[in-house]
């Protein structure tokens, strides 16, 4: 069974970093892309970076373009996202999901993904 475990949330102040952490088991699950969402309260769920499998590009939302990055470890099979100056409106769940057979990029929305974390928190205070 595929499983997904995000880690890495926390509270931080504004300008701060963070790197989050996609662990994906089992290690024998291979070919899919993985992509990061976030959802804050009140507020619809929102694509913010994604990576194929492979040497596809990364996509990234225009929200976050320029302060997170978004890359991935084969040999431990994860995936992080690191995220530099936070803002307040950075604050919200992170999830994860991963997509079999995505080779090149892509931007799915998270119905489309075949598994997903529970998420972590991230809060950033001004």
């Known amino acids: 069974q595929v499983q997904l475990v995000e880690s890495g949330g926390g509270l931080v102040q504004a300008g701060d970093s963070l790197r989050l952490s996609c662990v994906v088991s089992?290690?024998?699950?291979?070919?899919?892309?993985v992509g990061w969402f976030r959802q804050a309260p009140g507020k619809e769920r929102e694509s913010v970076a994604t990576?194929?499998?492979?040497?596809?590009?990364?996509i990234y939302s225009d929200s976050v373009k320029g302060r997170f990055t978004i890359s991935r470890d084969y040999a431990k099979n994860t995936v992080y996202l690191q995220m530099n100056s936070l803002k307040p409106e950075d604050t919200a769940v992170y999830y994860c999901?991963?997509?079999?057979?995505?080779?090149?990029?892509?931007?799915?929305?998270?119905?489309?993904?075949?598994?997903r974390g529970q998420g972590t928190q991230v809060t950033v205070s001004s």
């Open positions: 089992p290690r024998t699950f291979s070919g899919y892309g």
């Open positions: 990576i194929p499998w492979g040497t596809g590009g990364t």
């Open positions: 999901a991963a997509k079999r057979g995505v080779y090149g990029s892509f931007w799915y929305g998270l119905s489309e993904y075949d598994y």
